[in-house]
């Protein structure tokens, strides 16, 4: 990690069934960078922001998951945001080009990566410097389109009060056509005064659409600081 001076921001992620790890992590300097440990020691380092750097270290605008199933299962993908926000693939044995999502966003300053159970697909839910929330979803080795804007309120200046989660089962996935069902997103995120949710399903082999938000908790006198979903495995 070396030219990151004061580390901000770690993510880890476990490949499943094995002892490799990837790691991201941001530092003082505005650079990323991503290490992957393979059981024994770390190596593989990748300078993320060689290009650009992050567009804020004081939030968290790095993450990291694991492809759980498809064809591009065991491979890890780390997500940072400087004048967009990028994506690069560790396959086992070397990285990939950095891609950037369709995203026209330059002030990214918190990202949340979650993987889908049943698919080699990543949804990322990030807010931006305006409190535009946003979705966008990456299956295998391309972007959807966004899946949608959504209506923020809450104080993001310390904190992320927003999280997202893929459901799984036989009642927790959308089939497009045969080879294409993926779980449905859960996103929930803080309003005003409430807690807001929003439902999103698979609408074609490259879109998802979300249901009208609807309040989780309404009345709190307090804004949420944090938010954060888990699934029944």
């Known amino acids: 990690t070396a030219g990151m001076n004061t580390i901000n921001w770690i993510k880890l992620a476990a490949k499943p069934a094995a002892n490799e790890i990837t790691l991201v992590a941001a530092g003082t300097s505005g ?6 440990w393979n059981g024994s020691a770390w190596g593989n380092e990748n300078n993320l922001t060689a290009s ?6 004081n939030q968290e605008s790095i993450g990291v998951d694991y492809m759980r199933a498809g064809a591009q299962m065991g491979k890890s993908v780390v997500f940072w945001a400087s004048n967009a ?9 070397s990285w990939g080009g950095a891609d950037y999502s369709v995203s026209t966003d330059s002030d990214i300053r918190w990202i ?6 049943s ?4 949804a990322v839910l990030y807010l931006n410097s305006r409190n535009g929330l946003w979705l966008y979803v990456r299956k295998g080795t391309s972007w959807f389109t966004s899946a949608g804007s959504f209506t923020f ?6 904190n992320r009060p927003f999280d997202l989660i893929f459901e799984t089962g036989i009642y927790g996935c959308s ?11 859960l996103l929930v995120y803080a309003g005003a005064t409430e807690l807001r949710s929003n439902h999103c399903t ?11 938000g609807v309040n989780v908790r309404s009345g709190v006198t307090h804004q949420a600081y944090w938010v954060q979903l888990e699934r029944d495995p």
Do not use: Q
């Open 202 to 212: 698979l609408a074609s082999a490259s879109t998802y659409s979300c249901a009208s």
């Open 31 to 36: 650079e990323a960078n991503a290490l992957v």
């Open 85 to 93: 926000l990028y994506a690069k693939v560790w396959n086992g044995s």
């Open 153 to 158: 309120s809450g104080n993001a200046t310390y």
């Open 175 to 185: 089939c497009y056509s045969a080879g294409e069902c993926m779980g449905d997103i």
């Open 119 to 122: 698919s080699d697909k990543i």
């Open 52 to 57: 650009s750097n992050l567009y804020t270290y």
């Open 112 to 117: 949340r990566p979650k993987a889908d159970p």
